[in-house]
């Protein structure tokens, strides 16, 4: 184990430790669910949240919806 992976477990022991047994249970838990799962899952999960938006219009037709859509005023401010 590095210095620095040494010195990041310590401070997490560290914060643990205020921790009430069954949160602490609930922690471990959970670090084992996390190891469980499959490096692939972990980069499709990060993969899938691209691309949310969903359009069968093209790029430039986007672009004129967005701009045609702007509303502009002109208001004078006064100093």
Do not use: C, H, P, Q
Request: hydrophobic share 35%; net charge positive.
């Amino acid at each position: 184990m590095s210095v620095i992976d040494r010195n990041i477990v310590t401070t997490y022991s560290d914060l643990f430790e205020g921790l009430s047994s069954l949160n602490k249970i609930e922690l471990i838990e959970s670090l084992s669910k996390s190891l469980k799962v499959k490096e692939s899952t972990r980069d499709s999960r990060f993969y899938k949240s691209f691309g949310a938006f969903d359009s069968g219009k093209s790029a430039e037709e986007i672009i004129a919806d967005i701009k045609s859509s702007r509303k502009f005023r002109n208001k004078e401010i006064k100093f």
